[in-house]
């Protein structure tokens, strides 16, 4: 699955839309795909922790943390609750901390950059809205594919052929 971007984008390419190349790859699964769920939140990671503590098979949070620089979303904590419920991966349109112990989780990681600095909890954000940023619109319910290639989107789940 070293190449799946690359691959789908070949297979499919009426069917993807390629965000922009901003994120890094930081989880140690690589490769990584599923269901969209959305965050939208500003600095306050409330949200984030709560969606990763349900259930997340086949699923990828999708953060939109409108590009802080300030403050990490996401830390080891947050990464190992989200490998324990299952969930495929996060892409965060802003910052992660803890970036050792996620190098060694089995849960994909995309994220623009890293900052040590936690986040104020104050319950804010929204859930399952569609969020823009990166180019493109990512719906709850449509699909995200991510490798160290780059980050897809698609309205439907895309396999490989065998």
Do not use: H
Not at 7 to 14: A, F, T
Not at 21 to 30: C, T, V
Not at 132 to 161: C, R
């Amino acid at each position: 699955m070293e190449n799946l971007t690359p691959d789908l984008c070949d297979e499919y390419p009426d069917l993807v839309e390629l965000v922009e190349p901003l994120f890094s790859s930081f989880g140690a699964r690589i490769a990584f795909g599923g269901e969209i769920v959305t965050v939208k939140c500003f600095e306050d990671n409330s949200l984030v922790k709560e969606e990763l503590a349900k259930p997340g098979a086949g699923k990828v949070l999708v953060v939109d943390g409108g590009a802080s620089m300030r403050r990490a979303l996401m830390g080891d904590m947050i990464a190992e609750g989200a490998v324990k419920n299952g969930w495929e991966g996060v892409v965060i349109y802003g910052c992660i901390r803890d970036v050792d112990i996620i190098m060694e989780l089995d849960l994909g990681v995309q994220a623009i950059n890293t900052v040590p600095m936690k986040t104020d909890k104050r319950g804010e954000g929204q859930l399952n809205i569609p969020v823009t940023f990166a180019g493109v619109t990512f719906k709850p319910g449509a699909f995200v594919y991510a490798d160290n290639n780059g980050v897809i989107v698609s309205p439907q789940a895309l396999s490989l052929p065998e």
